[in-house]
């Protein structure tokens, strides 16, 4: 009978991929238990992620559509983009226990580790492993709005998603904008998938952008507020520490010009920063230090003044109005390769970068 070393063995499985490994379980009762070991799964996430000659893309492109499209490091697509199947598994506008206001939409949070999260608009939250297509829909919690009680109220909720390697841990993080008259009230709720329950406290240091989610890089998330000048002890970058559970001000450069627009992203790792100017084009800043305010430095310049919003993910850049991701080739060479993924409704194109792993099955 062939003998295969199992030092061997457990090398080729780290090395397959997500699809492969499923099938594989269900051979041998040895494998199907080191598939599902946590220190396996880990191990193979890992893998995954220092593979490195592709990368797949999540792009939504309509108020309820999302696509998956494979390209290689150079930018050019591997596969044509592919619809996925409804996040939430049916239509909850056609549930009419379902209470919202204004079109039923599903918005892309982001992707950590395998799991993509998604937010509707009743505010129901859902962790989705693509690879293995297993899902896990958290606890519905009412949106509570603890200080205002009147008509006049004004509320909007911005939502985070990110891991947690001090705990092992998934959190999902709800921020409760409100404001009446010349009042504010900020209130913090964060999901942990672990514990699976919710807590809630009162500490968000200022009022964060409606239009945007979290952005994960070092163990926090990061959100824009509306300041567009700032002291030295100021910031308009405010982040949420997963471990300590806490908000902290990112330091951040002081920008010529008047500034029209500015979004958070990740560009190779780091915290990135693309500020628009009226009438005078845009500027990719990438933190390369994190924390560190003189670490600043300017990865790309664009002089066209009809760009409104650009944003970096991972090694692209997102240009909603030209409604295509633009790839960038490396930081030494500033070029951007231009590649039309989706015809998106302006306002709708959404995306992330996303690695298959088996997180969620242990």
Not at 2 to 31: A, G, I, T
């Amino acid at each position: 009978m062939f003998y295969f070393p199992e030092e061997l063995m457990n090398d080729v499985l780290l090395k397959s991929p997500v699809k492969s490994l499923l099938r594989l379980r269900s051979v041998k009762k040895s494998w199907r238990d080191l598939i599902d070991d946590p220190d396996f799964i880990k191990k193979h996430m890992e893998q995954s992620m220092k593979k490195g000659s592709s990368v797949e893309v999540i792009h939504r492109c309509d108020i309820n559509k999302f696509y998956s499209m494979h390209l290689d490091l150079s930018g050019n697509p591997i596969t044509d983009p592919e619809e996925l199947p409804h996040p939430f598994g049916y239509r909850y506008d056609f549930d009419k226990s379902v209470v919202y206001t204004g079109d039923y939409e599903i918005h892309l949070v982001g992707s950590c580790n395998g799991l993509v999260c998604f937010v509707d608009s009743a505010h129901r939250i859902i962790l989705w492993n693509l690879a293995t297509r297993k899902y896990f829909e958290l606890q519905h919690l009412d949106i509570e709005l603890p200080r205002f009680t009147d008509l006049d109220l004004t509320y909007y909720v911005n939502y985070g998603f990110g891991y947690d390697g001090a705990t092992d841990d998934y959190k999902v993080i709800r921020l409760i904008n409100s404001y009446h008259n010349e009042s504010d009230c900020f209130l913090v709720e964060f999901y942990s998938l672990k514990s699976k329950s919710w807590k809630r406290f009162e500490d968000l240091v200022s009022r964060t952008r409606s239009d945007h989610y979290g952005i994960l890089v070092g163990g926090s998330l990061h959100w824009l507020t509306y300041e567009t000048k700032w002291d030295d002890d100021e910031s308009p970058i405010v982040a949420f520490d997963l471990t300590m559970e806490e908000f902290n001000l990112v330091p951040c450069l002081h920008l010529p010009g008047k500034i029209a627009s500015m979004n958070l992203g990740t560009f190779q790792g780091c915290l990135s920063l693309f500020c628009h100017y009226h009438e005078a084009g845009g500027e990719l800043w990438v933190m390369k230090d994190y924390g560190v305010k003189e670490s600043w430095t300017k990865v790309y310049t664009n002089n066209k003044t009809s760009i409104r919003y650009m944003r970096a993910i991972d090694h692209s850049i997102l240009e909603v109005n030209k409604k295509r991701l633009k790839w960038y080739n490396s930081l030494q060479e500033n070029c951007l390769k231009k590649i039309k993924i989706c015809s998106a409704t302006k306002g709708c194109l959404e995306a992330c970068v996303h690695y298959e792993s088996l997180v969620g099955m242990e």
